[in-house]
């Protein structure tokens, strides 16, 4: 069973910043990408960003530019740092790891 800390959401104006912190551990075994993804209400899950476990990362069109995803694959632990929020970046944020999914952190960006 994989057990996820999921932390640094928040209520930030538009323009603001904050950080992500994920951390796995439990029956992780090896984990190749570590993905954010990210639900805002009343739409589908989509992928925010991933790292491979060689560095390379993607990043969706909407956050490309504002959004720097990293990780220390030593401690099973992964960041998102998000700048220049917007309101459409309202959205519960989660760090799947192997399939378990947490409870993901909510982050509200006013306007």
């Known amino acids: 069973q994989v057990q996820l800390v999921e932390t640094g959401g928040g209520m930030v104006q538009a323009g603001g910043s904050l950080r992500h912190y994920c951390a796995a551990s439990?029956?992780?075994?090896?984990?190749?990408?570590m993905d954010w993804y990210r639900q805002a209400p009343g739409k589908q899950r989509e992928l925010v960003a991933f790292?491979?476990?060689?560095?390379?990362?993607y990043y969706a069109d909407s956050v490309k530019g504002r959004f720097t995803i990293s990780r220390d694959s030593a401690k099973n632990t992964m960041f998102l740092q998000k700048n220049s929020l917007k309101p459409e970046d309202t959205a519960v944020y989660y760090c799947?790891?192997?399939?378990?999914w947490g409870q993901g952190t909510q982050v509200t960006v006013s306007s």
């Open positions: 799947p790891v192997n399939g378990s």
């Open positions: 439990g029956r992780i075994g090896s984990i190749n990408d």
């Open positions: 790292i491979t476990g060689a560095g390379n990362t």
